[in-house]
């Protein structure tokens, strides 16, 4: 979508899309999960758990930080990542609510 027409779309409606970009891919979807079982911030034992190449992650690891769903911080030479508890649950609930009003709407006669 081009940068112009954002402004067509409530704040709201922006910020989710973003959020489901950031996340539209297997690999981000992989990083969260690891992220979150192991409830800790992870400084590069991701490529182990992942079986990809660091560059890969290290990609994908930008996107979810310019996204905001994560957080890092510099240790040494090394970066390490964790999920931001207060964006993930202000996107938590945006999804939900997105979910819960499409729920409301659906009809059993609906093509």
Same mark, same amino acid.
């Given at each position: 979508?081009?940068?112009?027409?954002?402004?067509?779309?409530?704040?709201?409606?922006?910020?989710?899309?973003?959020?489901?970009?950031?996340i539209a891919h297997p690999a981000?979807?992989?990083?969260?999960?690891?992220?979150? *079982?192991?409830?800790?911030?992870?400084?590069?034992?991701? /490529?182990?758990?992942?079986? $990809? %190449?660091?560059?890969?992650?290290?990609?994908?690891?930008k996107e979810l930080k310019l996204?905001?769903?994560?957080?890092?911080?510099?240790?040494?030479?090394?970066?390490?990542?964790?999920?931001?508890?207060?964006?993930?649950? *202000?996107?938590?609930?945006?999804?939900?609510?997105?979910? /819960?009003?499409?729920?409301? $709407? %659906?009809?059993?006669?609906?093509?």
């Amino acid at each position: 979508m081009g940068a112009t027409k954002t402004d067509l779309f409530t704040k709201e409606q922006n910020e989710l899309a973003s959020m489901a970009k950031a996340i539209a891919h297997p690999a981000r979807i992989a990083i969260l999960q690891q992220l979150m *079982k192991l409830n800790a911030c992870v400084c590069g034992s991701l /490529v182990d758990e992942l079986g $990809l %190449a660091q560059p890969t992650i290290s990609q994908h690891l930008k996107e979810l930080k310019l996204a905001g769903i994560i957080q890092g911080t510099v240790e040494g030479t090394s970066v390490c990542y964790c999920i931001d508890p207060k964006v993930w649950q *202000k996107y938590r609930q945006f999804f939900n609510d997105f979910f /819960v009003a499409v729920n409301e $709407l %659906a009809r059993e006669d609906c093509c």
